[in-house]
């Protein structure tokens, strides 16, 4: 397993994305703006690309927090520990990028697999299209 990190949105990202949060979950508006200006990082088992998320800077200016998103494994491949090496290797990223802190609007439905990432959740949960929300966050270097 490999993973490589894009600056533009990749044909690979929008067809996993497509597969797992709009044909899977029914969700509708899942491109947005933030796909312009976030980087996107793809999980690869040799030539297959097979999970995804984005990060992005949360103050462009200070470039200390970020937000990590869309984080998708295709069905096939889950239960295999792919989405915590994802995640893992988007921490790592963000951390030698100099940021200190991450924040990530999980799916209530995930939470546990955040926390066990040590993430802890804040504020009230919300609703993304009908689906419950909650804002988690992890700290990752010192201020």
Known sequence: MKTEIYHTLPAEAVKIREAVFV???????????ID?????????????AIAVC??????REQKKDYIIGRIA???EYRGQN?????????EREICRMG????????????????QKSGYCEYGETDFDEDCPHIWMRKEIGKV
């Open 23 to 33: 044909e899977e979950q029914g969700f509708h508006n899942e491109f947005d703006e």
């Open 36 to 48: 312009r200006y976030a980087q996107h990082m793809i999980v690869f088992d040799q030539e297959n």
């Open 54 to 59: 984005r990060f992005f800077c949360k103050d």
């Open 73 to 75: 494994v295709l069905k």
């Open 82 to 90: 792919i989405g915590s090496l994802l995640l893992e290797a988007a």
């Open 99 to 114: 940021g200190k802190s991450i924040s990530l609007h999980a799916q209530v439905s995930a939470q546990k697999f955040y």
